[in-house]
């Protein structure tokens, strides 16, 4: 008996092995059948959908620059640290996307709503609420008249999304955005919307993004073209009846030539026949091109940079792709609580003064 069971446990044990091993080869194929996808799938990738795949990263749009010939854009130039630059592009587009997506909605819930579903593409309405305001407004109204109106508003916000293009740039340091289409929302309200955030605590402070400047237009650095575009958006300004001035008006000029050294900015010099574009390259002919123009709209200003109620910033921007002596400018015009004037004029920080002592421009 004894040699009997025996015999029964080895048995038992050798089955038990070969389950085992059997199990073991079955996991093993699954495996290799795996693997066998993937190399599949990677050969028909190409290279950057490969890298995409791994890294949800925007892309460059090689054709933006040569857009700039043909008409004005708006959108963002962002300041962030050097070769940060992937890290804060990820950073200011999952910023910008939700308030962009508030501004088309046009309510605080809306932005509620977006910051908590991430959503940037429409507005969720439910039926039922549609079907209620159906039947409070217009009797008669079926459920199917409240689906065909969420349709029709869903389509419309589609209609209204805005899309922002990644623009390459010669300077590390700089990210700029553009709006792809001629119609896009207003800049300066977006970027006052994430200073309120900010300011409330309902936004976190972004670790890579130090400044985001909203562009309202760019233009050619000629004198001629960029006296039109300070004069359309100072008339802008002082229509809007938020804004409200005090007579005289104040207001400040900065002009910055971020990425144009120098050198650069001496061999567009000897290359280039246009003089306006030579003149403009010197701060105080920028200056007085601009001062000219905001006098012609508004009489009655003067210059004050201590405490202006009205700033207009001139950003010379380094694309890439331009041809040679091409060169371009963005233009905005600010209200006072979106500047600062220490240690120069220019747009708020994200961060705190202290965080921007380290390391932070």
């Not at 630059?85 to 709503?113: Q, R």
């Amino acid at each position: 008996m004894a040699e009997e069971e025996q015999e029964e446990t080895k048995k038992g044990e050798r089955e038990s092995r070969s389950e085992n091993q059997n199990e073991k080869e079955a996991a093993a194929e699954r495996e290799e059948l795996k693997d066998q996808e993937k190399d599949s799938e990677t050969k028909t990738m190409k290279p950057w959908e490969q890298h995409a795949a791994v890294i949800n990263l925007a892309r460059f749009d090689y054709n933006a620059p040569s857009a700039f010939l043909n008409r004005s854009h708006s959108g963002f130039l962002v300041t962030c640290s050097i070769k940060r630059e992937k890290s804060a592009t990820k950073e200011v587009m999952s910023i910008l996307e939700k308030y962009i997506a508030s501004h088309n909605c046009g309510t605080p819930e809306c932005l509620e709503s977006c910051s908590a579903s991430q959503s940037t593409k429409r507005r969720k309405i439910s039926i039922d609420q549609i079907g209620g305001t159906c039947a409070e407004g217009k009797k008669g109204k079926s459920i199917n008249d409240g689906k065909d109106g969420l349709a029709k508003e869903t389509d419309s916000m589609e209609e209204r999304s805005f899309a922002l293009s990644l623009v390459k740039l010669t300077r590390s340091g700089l990210l700029l955005l553009t709006f792809v289409g001629e119609n896009s929302p207003s800049t300066v309200d977006i970027l006052s919307n994430i200073f309120q955030r900010l300011n409330s605590g309902s936004l976190k402070s972004p670790l890579w993004c130090h400044r985001i400047l909203p562009i309202q237009a760019t233009c050619h650095l000629d004198e001629k073209e960029l006296r039109v575009v300070v004069s359309k958006l100072v008339l802008q300004f002082m229509n809007d009846k938020a804004n409200n001035l005090a007579r005289p008006v104040k207001f400040a000029v900065g002009y910055n030539r971020r990425g144009i050294e120098e050198t650069t900015a001496k061999a567009v010099k000897d290359t280039s026949k246009d003089s306006n574009l030579c003149s403009l390259l010197d701060r105080n002919k920028c200056f007085e091109v601009v001062a000219s123009a905001v006098k012609d709209v508004v009489a009655d200003s003067y210059v004050d940079l201590k405490s202006p109620e009205l700033s207009i910033l001139v950003e010379l921007l380094p694309l890439s792709g331009v041809p040679n002596g091409s060169l371009f400018a963005a233009v905005t015009v600010l209200p006072q609580n979106l500047i600062s004037v220490k240690p120069r004029l220019c747009i708020k920080p994200l961060v705190s003064d202290a965080n921007a002592k380290n390391g932070k421009s």
